[in-house]
C-alpha cells in the first residue's frame, strides 16, 4: 500500500501510553504502525478505533523485542505496510523491581531486552528508512536514568543505555535522522499492585503535586517530532520530581 501520509512506528501501543501516543500521532494525520508483544486484543481494538476515523491509517504488527530474529521480521514487515517510517517511537519496555541477590540472566534477558536491546536493533534496521524519511527517533527512558530507583538495577541499567544510545545515534545518524529521549517520571502506576501509602509517598515526592497523565507524554512527542532544530536530547516530563530530596523513593 502506499499512502501520502507519514508513517510513525510505535512500539508497545496496544495500551497506557503508547496507545496514547499512537492516537495522538493519528489525529495529527500520521498513519500508525501498532506494536504489541502480548496485548493483540487491545492492538487491534485500537487499530479498529484509528480505522473507523481514517480507513486504512493503523496498522498492527507483532514481536517479541527481545529476539534478535523477531525484530529483524518487525522491521521488515513495518516497511512493507506503507513502504516508509517516518518516526520511530521506542516505547515498549518490561518494568519490574530486581533487588540484588535476586538477579539472574532471565531478568537480564528481559529487561535489557526490551528497554535497549530491542530498540537499538529496531532502530538500525530501520534507519536506512528513516535517513530516506529524514525522520526522526524518540526513546522513552526514565526520570531515574541519573539517579538511582531502589530495587531497580537492571531495569534501570537498561535505560541509562537507552539514553547513552540517544546520543550515539543523535550524532552517527545526523544530519539526516533526528533522535531525542522523553524521561517521564510517575506517569501511570506500574501494572503490579502497589500500596496506597507508597502511591502517597511518591505523590508526595511530585513538586507539582500530582501524576502526570500520557497526554503530557504526547505533549513532549509532538513537540520533538516537530522541533527541527534539536537532537540528543531528553525532555524530563515528571513534574518536578527529579529535583527532589526523596525523588529514589
Ligand atoms: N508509566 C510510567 O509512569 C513511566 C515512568 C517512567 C518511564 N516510563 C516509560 O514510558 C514508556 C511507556 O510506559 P508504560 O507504563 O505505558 O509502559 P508499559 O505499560 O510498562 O509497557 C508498554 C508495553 O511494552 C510492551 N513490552 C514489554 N516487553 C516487551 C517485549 N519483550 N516485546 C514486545 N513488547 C514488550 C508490552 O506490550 P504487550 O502488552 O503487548 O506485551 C507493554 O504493554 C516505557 O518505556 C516506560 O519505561 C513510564
Not at 503508547?18 to 500521532?25: E, N, P, R, S, V
Not at 529483524?72 to 514487515?77: F, G, H, P, S, T
Not at 532502530?123 to 536514568?145: F, R, T, Y
Not at 501509602?197 to 503535586?209: A, E, N, R, V
Request: some cysteine; glycine content about 6%.
Amino acid at each position: 500500500m502506499e499512502t501520502t501520509a507519514p508513517v510513525a512506528f510505535i512500539t508497545g501501543a496496544a495500551k497506557r501510553i503508547g496507545a496514547t501516543l499512537a492516537k495522538q500521532l493519528h489525529q495529527q494525520g500520521y498513519n500508525v504502525l501498532i506494536h504489541y508483544g502480548a496485548s493483540k486484543h487491545e492492538a487491534q481494538a485500537l487499530a479498529l478505533e484509528l480505522n473507523m476515523q481514517r480507513a486504512h491509517s493503523a496498522h498492527i504488527l507483532q514481536a517479541n523485542l527481545c529476539d534478535m530474529g523477531e525484530i529483524d521480521v518487525l522491521a521488515k514487515e513495518a516497511l512493507e505496510v506503507w513502504g516508509k517510517v517516518d518516526i520511530l517511537v521506542n516505547n515498549a519496555s518490561s518494568f519490574y523491581p530486581t533487588p540484588v541477590g535476586s538477579i539472574d540472566e532471565k531478568d537480564w534477558h528481559s529487561l535489557v531486552g526490551s528497554n535497549l536491546k530491542g530498540p537499538l536493533f529496531l532502530s538500525q534496521a530501520l534507519a536506512p528508512a528513516l535517513i530516506k524519511s529524514k525522520g526522526c527517533i524518540i526513546n522513552m527512558v526514565d526520570m531515574h536514568i541519573d539517579r538511582p530507583l531502589p530495587n531497580h538495577t537492571v531495569y534501570l541499567l537498561a535505560k541509562t543505555g537507552l539514553a547513552s544510545l540517544t546520543q550515539s545515534l543523535a550524532v552517527e545518524l545526523a544530519p539526516h535522522v533526528r533522535v531525542n529521549a522523553i524521561a517521564p517520571g510517575a506517569i501511570l502506576w506500574p501494572e503490579r499492585a502497589m500500596s496506597e501509602k507508597d502511591k502517597q509517598t511518591l505523590i508526595d515526592s511530585i513538586p507539582l503535586g500530582a501524576l502526570g497523565s500520557p497526554d503530557d507524554i504526547a505533549q513532549a512527542l509532538l513537540f520533538l517530532v516537530s522541533a527541527s532544530y534539536v537532537t540528543g536530547n531528553t525532555i524530563y516530563v515528571d513534574g518536578g520530581r527529579r529535583l527532589h530530596s526523596n525523588a529514589s523513593a
